[in-house]
């Protein structure tokens, strides 16, 4: 065992990304979850620095900081004005030798990419819904619904909407071909599993925590066509699933269901390369848990549900953090041969 660090000798990079080309209100909306999160990690006891990103010049931005002297706290999902940048800016921390919170490069790129995902899940055993790819020209045969149309290489539930679960086969290639032209990318096609939805929380790396899984109620939708997470549901606060969808947390899961819920998602976290903490989307039908997505390096804004679950596991926001960034300082050389990891002490008795 090491001897214990104090937060007080690690200066954290809080690295955000902030695009111009923004409105005002989402400006100041992403600036108002900075400084929420910047607060707590000043109030878990660390020296912060803000660095934001507003242009493609990370070597730019990051030119005056020393990786031997810090922890970088990688809130930056993109380059602005780069689409699908999440991945890059956590290669050029690894080329430049800086340590970060969450998952690196190649887990990031490789989320974007929903049929590889798909395919290590099929192959490691791991249930996940039904699916093929379609791509312009392609014959489409598809006979089973309700089936659900995505982009086969977005994030944030872009692109899912209403009219993404089609009932006939005529609806499903009308949407693939809208899909297809609309993102630039093959369509993915899949059964719609029309159950329980979950998201669960994961936190940690060599003993992974599973978080209070939360439940998406859908029970204000008679409509198969609004049972599921659109990106109104997760964004627009005016839209009615962003207002109607409610979230139970903790999910009333039978202690065998809350088992198997955690064996499978463990299992999907470590497949996928995920470091940290992410959230990974499943939904409950005959007893099958299927999973839907994994999100690395998930959103962890204070009203998100890992925030809410992790709040009732014990941890303050700022107790969040800090394991976050303890986790990260176990990478960095300054820090690795003595660094001890504390066990935080909860409310609720949760070991972590």
């Known amino acids: 065992m ?25 400006q100041a909306e992403a600036l108002g979850a900075t ?9 878990a006891g660390f020296p912060i620095t ?37 991945s890059l800016v956590a290669m050029y921390l690894e080329q430049h030798g800086f340590t970060f919170t969450g998952a690196g490069s190649a887990a990031l790129a490789s989320s974007y990419d929903k049929c590889h995902v ?26 089973r619904f309700p089936a659900i149309i995505k982009p086969s290489r977005e994030h944030c539930s872009e692109g899912i909407h209403r009219d993404s679960v089609v009932m006939t086969e005529t609806t499903l290639k009308n ?10 990318h093959p369509a993915l096609v899949e059964d719609f599993i029309d159950g329980r939805e979950l998201h669960v929380s994961l936190l940690g790396n ?29 964004f627009v606060s005016q839209s009615e699933q962003y207002r109607d969808i409610k979230t139970l947390l903790p999910a009333p899961l039978s202690e065998s269901e809350l088992s198997e819920v955690e064996q499978v998602c463990r299992a999907a976290y470590v497949l996928t390369g995920c470091r940290d903490y992410a959230r990974i989307d499943m939904r ?11 999100n690395p390096n998930a959103d962890i804004c204070p009203d998100t549900s890992t925030i809410l679950a992790a709040e009732f596991a014990g941890y303050t926001y700022a107790d969040f953090l800090r394991r976050l960034v303890f986790l990260a300082a176990e990478r960095h050389p300054r820090w690795e041969s003595e660094f001890a990891l504390p066990v935080l002490a909860t409310s609720k008795g949760v070991s972590n």
Not at 3 to 26: F, G, H
Not at 79 to 86: A, F, I, K, N, T
Not at 123 to 130: D, L
Not at 209 to 232: G, I, N, W
């Open 35 to 43: 400084s929420q999160l910047g607060e707590a990690l000043c109030s």
């Open 284 to 294: 409950m039908k005959d007893g099958l848990f299927y999973i839907l997505d994994i």
């Open 50 to 86: 803000l660095v934001q990103v507003a242009n493609g010049d990370l070597a730019g931005v990051l030119s005056g900081y020393d990786p031997l002297e810090y922890i970088v706290f990688n809130w930056c999902d993109s380059l602005p004005g780069v689409h699908h940048s999440e």
């Open 118 to 143: 798909k395919r290590l899940l099929d192959e490691a055993g791991i249930p996940t819904p039904t699916w093929e790819l379609y791509d312009k020209g392609c014959s489409i045969n598809w006979k």
């Open 175 to 184: 949407r693939v071909r809208y899909i297809i032209r609309r993102f630039q």
């Open 2 to 26: 090491g001897i214990e660090i104090c937060p007080s000798d690690m200066p954290v990079l809080l690295l955000y990304n902030l695009d111009p080309k923004w409105s005002t209100r989402e």
């Open 206 to 234: 060599r003993d992974i925590d599973v978080l209070p899984p939360a439940e998406m109620e859908f029970l204000s939708f008679k409509d198969v066509h609004y049972r599921l997470c659109t990106y109104e549901a997760k």
